[in-house]
């Protein structure tokens, strides 16, 4: 067994020890809201947003995109589950900026095995054997933060599964100072339609 895997497994015996009334939460989100944003491991969309466990769904990808799978978490989330607002939060420094879909398929065509990143990017180390199915997928890298967050609201804001009374709100997250900055291109492409927000 791990290292890794014994801290976790007995964080969470300590956890679940002192879990309380957590089983009386509801499915749906206390405060009715979901948040995308990026899996990258220095965001904590709990400590950045203030929520507790119980007040929102938060889906997290490679880079925080609109992917259609992200996009299928945020109408169940919307259609089954009840929230009324939506957050897609990027982030300053993102890896997804740093690397092209065509340089994820070529390294993957080398090896399996973890890249590594120097002065000029991420090569391969790995011996192989790598596969070519790298260069079907859709890996949404960018190369302005601006721009992608815009982009991901408007494809939120104008697909047929999402209604156009929810609000879609723009931002990134700065890594170095832990602050939310306003994309107020996004913010007014994610405006909702009519004169007011959805009852909660």
Not at 30 to 53: H, N, S, W, Y
Not at 71 to 100: A, N
Request: include cysteine.
């Amino acid at each position: 067994m791990s290292d890794v895997l014994t801290d976790i497994l007995n964080a969470n015996a300590a956890y679940a020890a002192d879990f309380g009334d957590k089983d009386k939460l509801s499915a749906p989100p206390a405060k009715r809201v979901a948040i995308l944003t990026c899996m990258d491991a220095r965001i904590d969309p709990a400590k950045v947003l203030g929520l507790r466990e119980g007040d929102a769904h938060i889906i997290r990808n490679a880079g925080g995109r609109a992917s259609d799978d992200a996009i299928r978490s945020l109408v169940i989330s919307y259609k089954l589950l009840r929230t009324r607002e939506w957050f897609v939060i990027h982030h300053t420094d993102c890896g997804m900026m740093s690397i092209t879909d065509e340089k994820i398929a070529e390294l993957l065509a080398q090896s399996l095995e973890p890249a590594s990143y120097g002065p000029d990017g991420f090569y391969d180390t790995g011996a192989g054997p790598g596969s070519p199915e790298g260069q079907f997928i859709n890996w949404m890298t960018f190369t302005d933060a601006t721009q992608c967050i815009v982009d991901d609201v408007v494809r939120l804001r104008h697909h047929p599964l999402v209604p156009g009374t929810i609000p879609i709100y723009g931002y990134i997250y700065d890594v170095k100072t832990g602050r939310l900055i306003e994309v107020p291109e996004a913010m007014a492409a994610g405006q909702a339609s009519g004169a007011r927000l959805m009852q909660r």
